[in-house]
């Protein structure tokens, strides 16, 4: 009955992965509680796939992958790419895969997904071309490349392990590596000829990356805002030394605007002092030898450093960037209908004191104004312009009854953050894939070290930063259904489908049983994990292979491919629930292009396994 029931909920949650009318992750959870409430599953075998170190490194690798994203090295080894390969867009794709081969090859087919994927978006839109078409031929190799060395995949050291376990010699580092290649290269070849038939091309919403259309380096640039910023410095006998910001209302008084502060550090040893910025505020008291930037006219700065007795500095292109910075930057803010600012001057309405930001510019129509601020009158459907520190204009966008700030202040909060530190993310990177590579700590403990140092070392912005990269959507599908392998094994359902192969084709002799083994094992590969999967064949095949008195080597080793094939399903491998969000994939793109590369490589493993592993 337990053996029915489970087939049953295999077979409608396969169903309902197809119809593609419900979530995946919702479709997992749904099985997963499916399994407890018949009494397959215990609460805890069923909740177990949570606390699975798979699951863990998964949510580690997304906030590795956006400190790659954040610090700018995606779109640096993207350009670099793009350099190498010309102006072929097909030179790029096979480089692109290469690549992928060669990273997989030393780690997880996890990792190498979740590290290439903001390197392969980043290409994606920067040639102008859907990430659709890249992501699933990324997982693709991706997997293939877990054939190319003995610690590339969890299938190829599990019957590395049932090997000696039985007294079998441990398969060596590279004795897949033959097999591998062959692999890759028939699947780089697929993949190069079917790349504009069978991959989606048309841009989905989920691929969108309109959250960096306003950045605010554009938004400086559209403003023409270097022609409004000026420095000037405060010397030991200039009389504004010691006034508060308020008292001095220069909006009112000289038409401008001071932004910001740069001042040295009165705290520890002056001999090599530090310099930081502050947010120009009501309260804010003016120091000898501060730095102040100031927007205006050129007429009405002069007036202003003429009275006070500042040096005059004018701005250079390259000082812009000074607007944006890891504390602070730039954002567009829009008026709502009922807003208490429509038809209010701007020094009237106090949106320093209250929001503590400066506005800098009105977008009226296509009219941008930057000058005697303090004097226009806000009208409905002005575009403002505002500055001041990234939290600010965080608190800001929350501001829903007066003003709607476009854009997403958050990631440009977050790469400004990250800004120039490419190099140490790029460091952080290697030092996991080593970590791997020389197995110094488990795989999962490895990558949870490198999220910990994108963390500490500033390469992402804070906590809320990393949990706003995870995308819990392929986590919660790839937990919930780690849990199937357990249900399959309990009610018997493996041990009843191999053994019905091995008699129906054990009179075809070793051949047929290696092509029995090798059809099975990739049938459930394509619904249960490549580790489960292995876990539960390997046994089957050594059995079989001493059963028969042949060499179990070639029976494992097809075990070990037939687990790593997984194209069919986006349940199949985690690495397909990672593409299946991000390139905005249906069930049915995974069948499409994954059935045709399975037919292929099962023709092609059959012939090179007896070949290299003879029986």
Known sequence: MQLTLTFLILGVTILLFMTNRVRPDLVAVMALLAFVVVGILTPQEALAGFSNSVVIMIAGLFVVGAGILRTGLAATAGQLLMKWSGDSERRLFILLLVIVGCVGAFMSNTGTVALMMPIVVSIAISIQESPAKFLIPLSFVASLSGLMTLIASPPNLIVSQVLVDNGFEKMSFFELTPIGIIGMIVGIIYLVLVRNHLLPTERKRTETNGGYILSPKKLVSDYQLDRQLYTLTVPANSSIIGQRLADLKLPATYYVCLMKIHRKSAEGLNLLPMTYQEMAGPESIIQADDILYVQGDAQ????????????????????????????????????????????????????????????????????????????????????????????????????TQHVVVIGQPKEHASVAAATG??????????????????????????????????????????????YGNMNFESIVLVAAMLPMATALEKTGGMVVLSEGIIQVLGNYGAYGVLIGIYLLTVTFGQFISNTATAVLFAPIALSAALAMQVSPTPFMVAVAIAASMSFATPIASPTNALVMTAGGYTFFDFVKIGMPLHIIMFIVMMIAVPIIFPF
């Not at 490419?422 to 070290?449: D, H, K, N, R, W």
């Not at 500033?458 to 809320?464: E, F, I, Q, T, V």
């Open 300 to 399: 009405n700065i002069t007036r202003f450093a003429k009275d006070f007795s500042l040096t005059h500095v004018a701005f250079s292109d390259n000082e812009v960037s000074e607007l944006i910075t890891k504390q602070l930057g730039v954002a567009e803010v829009l008026l709502t209908p009922h807003s208490q600012f429509i038809n209010q001057t701007i020094s009237k309405i106090g949106f320093r004191e209250k929001y503590n930001l400066n506005i800098i510019g009105i977008n009226r129509r296509g009219g941008y104004k930057l000058q005697n601020m303090a004097e226009h009158r806000l009208r409905f459907g002005d575009a403002i312009l505002v500055q001041g520190a990234w939290d600010e204009i965080e608190l800001l966008a929350r501001e």
């Open 421 to 466: 530190k490419a190099p140490l993310a790029g460091a952080i990177m290697l030092l996991m894939v080593l970590l791997m590579v020389f197995e110094v700590f488990t795989p999962v403990i490895s990558v949870l070290i490198s999220a910990v140092l994108m963390l500490v070392t500033g390469c992402l912005r804070n906590m809320d930063d990393a």
